[in-house]
């Protein structure tokens, strides 16, 4: 093992790079489960998130999700996922959220049905 600590943060960071890009995942499991892993990553290696990536092969004109900031259990947008418990309505398709449905919740944003919200 004589890996040094910047080439340990470069392979960090590549992960955590394929790891957002899988939390926009259809699948809420495995978006959730990315999320969470990223966030561990760059905690862990104490990674620097930056808007700038020189290196980034995004194609142009897609909107590239905010990128979390060392907020543990939050995602992308803010939105916290929440088993609603008062009825509600979806901000995206205006349908209604019943109580005992998981939903993301942002404050200020209201509720959203995870799948809306991608
Ligand atoms: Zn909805």
């Known amino acids: 093992m004589a890996m040094d600590a ?3 943060a470069q392979k960090a960071l590549t992960k955590v790079e394929k790891l957002v890009a899988m939390s926009a995942s259809p699948h809420l499991e495995e978006a959730r489960t990315s999320a969470f ?7 862990e290696h104490g990674l620097q998130v930056c808007a700038h990536r020189p290196s980034a ?11 979390p900031h060392r907020q543990p259990q939050a995602d992308p947008n ?13 901000r995206c398709c205006g349908n209604p959220i019943a109580p005992g449905e998981w939903a993301l919740w942002c404050r200020g944003n209201g509720l959203r049905h995870p799948l809306c919200a991608n």
């Open 57 to 67: 092969a995004s194609a142009p004109g897609v909107p590239t999700p905010g990128v």
């Open 78 to 90: 803010g939105f916290r996922r929440i088993r609603v418990r008062h009825p509600g309505h979806c």
């Open 37 to 43: 892993l990223a966030c561990r990553l760059i905690r």
């Open 6 to 8: 910047g080439a340990a």
